[in-house]
C-alpha cells in the first residue's frame, strides 16, 4: 500500500481528523476564492446599515447580512472570508520560514557538532529565555506593522523547537550505516544531509509544524488585536476582535463572537491534525495516549 | 551540586547578557532612536544636541557598553511617557502582574493535575473523552476571545463578576501591611477570577494533557503493579506511588508554563483594565515607548530564567537519580 493510501484509510477510520480537514479545506477555499465567495467588498462602509443583527436586511430589504455588519457598516461575513487570508498565510509562511531555518541550523548542529553545534544551541538558549510574545511586541513595536515584518517575527519565533528536533534526530541518524555507505561512495556532507538525513527525520518535524501553524495563527491574533499585527484596512480576525472590544459594552455580541468563533476553529482543526499526524507517523508516541 | 549551580548560574548570565544585546539591537533597529526623544517639530541643533546628550552620536559598541553599565546599576533607561527611571514604572506595577499571574498559575495546576489524573483512569472511557475535548477546545481558544466571552456572558449579561479593576493584595504584603493584605483577600478575589481564569485556561488544557500522559506512563510501570497487589486502596497507590513520579515532567513544564503565563498578561490585562505590566506595555506600545518596552522585557526574562534556574534545581532534589554535578 503506498503511503497515501495508508494516510488515507487512516483517516475514513478517524472522524475528528476527518472534520477537521474538511474544515481547513473550507477555510482555504474561503481564503483562495476571498473576492469570489464574500457577498461584499469588506471594506465597503454603508452609515445607513451601521451595526446591523445578523440576518437583518437593509432598509430596502434588498441586502441581507447573514452575520451583521460593525460600527462603519462593514459587512462581517465578508471581512470574515477575506480574514482567512491573513490567518491562513500568515500561519504558513511563518512556520515555512521558521520551519526551514530551525531544520537548517539543528541538522549543520547535530552533523558537524563542535563549536558550530556550541553556538547555535547558545543563541537558541537565549531565545528560550524571552518570553516568545514579549519579543514579538518588542521587534514589532520598533520595525513597525506589516505582513512581512508580522511573518519575519513570528517566523524566526519558531526556529528553536524545529532545530532542537532537528539536531537530536540528525545525531541519531549520523551514526547509522546508510550515511556510512554514502560517505564511502564520497558523496559530500551537503549531500548526505539533503538526500540521506532530512528525508529520515522529517516526520517528527511535520507533526511539531501542524501544532505551530496553529500556535502562530493564535499568536498572529493576539498581536492584530494589540495593533501590531496587518494594518487596519486589510480584514483580519484579530483586528475585527481588536474592534469589536468599542461596542462591547452596548452588547454587539456578533462583532466578538464570529471572528473569535473563526480563530478558534482554524486552530482546533491544525491542533486536531496535529495529533493524528503524531499517532499516524509516529506510532511509538501515541501508545501513551 | 555547588559545581552544577555555578555552571548553572554562569549559563544563567550569558543568557541574559544575550537578552541584553537582543534587546538594545531592538531599539536601534529602527533607525536613529534619537527621533523617539525629541517632538516632530525639533529643529536640527535640536536633534544634534540630544543626540549628543543621551550618547547617541557614540559607536554601537561604546553606547552597548553604557548600556549595559547603566543596567548592572538598574538604570534601564527613561521612560518616554512618564519621564521617569524605566525600571521603577515597571517595578511599581509588578505586584498587579505577579498577583494575576500566581493566580492562574494555582487555577491551572489546581484544575489540571486532578482532571489529568482522572483521565488516565478512565482511559479510553467517556470521561477520558470528555476531558481530553475540552482540554482540545482550551488549547485552541484565543485567550483574549475567551476574555471578551466572559466580559459579555459572566460580567455583563449575567453581572456575577466585575469586568474591570482590582483590589491589591501583594502591593501591601511587600509594604509590610498584613492586616491590610488580609483585609483586602476577600474584596479582591471576584476581580480576580475572570482575568486569571483567561490567562490559566491555555496552560490548564496543556497541563491536563500531559498529566494525563505522564501518569499513564507511570501507571504502566512494574512498581504500581506490586503496589496495588500488596492490597494498598486505589488513593495510595495514586498518590503515595504514581503521582509523585507523574509529577516530575509536569515540574519541568511549569516553569516554562509561568513564563508563558507572564507573557499572557499583555492581552488579558488590557482586556480586563488590571494595572499591571502587560496593560502598561500596551500603552507603551501605543505611545511608542520603547526604553518601557524594554525594561519589561528585561525585568520579564530574567524573572523567567531565575525560575527555570529554580525548577532544575527543585527538579534534582525532588529526582534522587538526577546528579548534579
Not at chain 1, 132 to 147: K, T
Request: with cysteine; charged share 15%.
Amino acid at each position: 500500500m503506498t503511503p497515501l493510501r495508508h494516510a488515507l484509510t487512516s483517516l475514513r477510520r478517524a472522524k475528528w481528523p476527518m472534520l477537521a480537514i474538511l474544515l481547513l479545506l473550507v477555510i482555504g477555499f474561503a481564503a483562495l476564492f476571498g473576492p469570489e465567495v464574500a457577498p461584499r467588498d469588506p471594506n465597503r462602509q454603508d452609515i445607513i446599515a451601521r451595526l446591523k443583527q445578523p440576518m437583518q436586511t437593509d432598509r430596502r430589504g434588498t441586502t441581507v447580512f447573514l452575520l451583521g455588519t460593525d460600527g462603519l457598516g462593514r459587512d462581517v461575513l465578508s471581512r470574515l472570508v477575506y480574514g482567512a487570508r491573513v490567518s491562513l498565510a500568515v500561519g504558513l509562511v511563518a512556520v515555512l520560514v521558521g520551519g526551514s531555518l530551525g531544520i537548517f541550523l539543528g541538522m549543520i548542529a547535530g552533523y558537524f557538532g563542535g563549536w558550530a553545534d556550541d553556538l547555535i544551541m547558545t543563541l537558541a538558549d537565549i531565545q528560550l529565555a524571552f518570553p516568545f510574545i514579549l519579543l514579538a511586541i518588542m521587534f514589532l513595536v520598533v520595525l513597525g506593522p506589516g505582513v512581512v515584518n508580522l511573518i519575519l517575527v513570528l517566523g524566526i519565533g519558531q526556529w528553536v523547537t524545529y532545530a532542537r528536533i532537528a539536531r537530536g534526530q540528525t545525531i541519531l541518524q549520523r551514526e547509522k550505516e546508510y550515511v556510512e555507505a554514502a560517505k564511502a561512495l564520497g558523496q559530500g556532507d551537503a549531500g548526505i544531509l539533503l538526500t540521506a538525513i532530512l528525508p529520515n527525520i522529517l516526520a517528527p518535524l511535520i507533526i511539531i509544524a501542524s501544532f505551530n501553524i496553529a500556535s502562530v495563527i493564535l499568536a498572529e491574533a493576539a498581536l492584530s488585536f494589540l495593533g501590531l499585527g496587518v494594518p487596519p484596512t486589510v480584514p483580519s480576525w484579530g483586528g475585527m476582535l481588536a474592534e469589536s472590544r468599542d461596542t462591547l459594552l452596548s452588547g454587539r455580541w456578533w462583532l466578538a463572537v464570529f471572528p473569535g468563533t473563526a480563530i478558534m476553529l482554524t486552530v482546533l482543526s491544525f491542533n486536531i491534525l496535529g495529533d493524528w499526524l503524531r499517532d499516524f507517523l509516529d506510532p511509538r508516541l501515541s501508545a501513551m495516549g | 551540586m555547588l559545581g552544577y549551580l555555578t555552571r548553572r548560574l554562569l549559563q544563567c548570565g550569558l543568557v541574559i547578557l544575550g537578552v541584553t544585546v537582543i534587546t538594545f539591537c531592538a531599539l536601534h533597529m529602527g533607525g536613529d532612536p534619537t527621533y523617539l526623544y525629541v517632538s516632530e517639530r525639533a529643529s536640527e541643533e535640536e536633534i544634534v544636541a540630544t543626540r549628543a546628550k543621551l550618547g547617541f552620536d557614540q559607536p554601537l559598541p561604546v553606547q552597548y557598553g553604557r548600556f549595559l553599565s547603566g543596567l548592572l546599576q538598574g538604570d534601564l533607561g527613561t521612560s518616554l511617557t512618564y519621564h521617569t527611571p524605566a525600571l521603577g514604572v515597571v517595578l511599581q506595577r509588578f505586584p498587579a502582574t505577579l498577583e494575576l499571574t500566581l493566580c492562574a498559575m494555582l487555577m491551572a495546576i489546581s484544575i489540571a493535575v486532578p482532571a489529568g489524573v482522572l483521565a488516565a483512569f478512565h482511559r479510553g472511557r467517556p470521561l477520558d473523552g470528555g476531558i481530553m475535548l475540552v482540554a482540545m477546545f482550551g488549547q485552541s481558544i484565543p485567550s483574549f476571545w475567551l476574555g471578551i466571552m466572559l466580559i459579555l456572558t459572566v460580567g455583563l449579561g449575567l453581572r456575577w463578576l466585575p469586568i474591570s479593576g482590582r483590589v491589591p493584595l501583594l502591593d501591601p504584603l511587600f509594604a509590610g501591611q498584613f492586616m491590610t493584605a488580609l483585609d483586602n483577600f476577600p474584596k479582591a478575589i471576584p476581580y480576580l477570577l475572570m482575568p486569571s481564569m483567561t490567562i490559566a485556561l491555555f496552560s490548564l488544557a496543556r497541563t491536563a494533557r500531559l498529566v494525563r500522559s505522564s501518569m499513564l506512563e507511570v501507571l504502566s510501570q512494574d512498581y504500581v503493579r506490586t503496589a496495588r497487589s500488596k492490597g494498598l486502596s486505589e488513593f495510595r497507590v495514586v498518590v503515595h506511588h504514581a503521582l509523585r513520579n507523574a509529577w516530575l515532567p509536569v515540574i519541568t513544564m511549569l516553569g516554562l508554563e509561568f513564563g508563558f503565563l507572564l507573557s499572557g498578561v499583555v492581552v488579558v490585562e488590557t482586556i480586563f483594565s488590571w494595572p499591571g505590566v502587560g496593560r502598561l506595555v500596551f500603552n507603551a506600545i501605543n505611545h511608542r515607548d520603547i526604553p518601557l518596552v524594554q525594561a519589561a522585557v528585561i525585568v520579564f526574562s530574567v524573572m523567567f530564567v531565575g525560575l527555570n534556574l529554580a525548577v532544575d534545581v527543585i527538579y534534582a532534589r525532588l529526582d534522587p537519580r538526577i546528579r548534579l554535578t
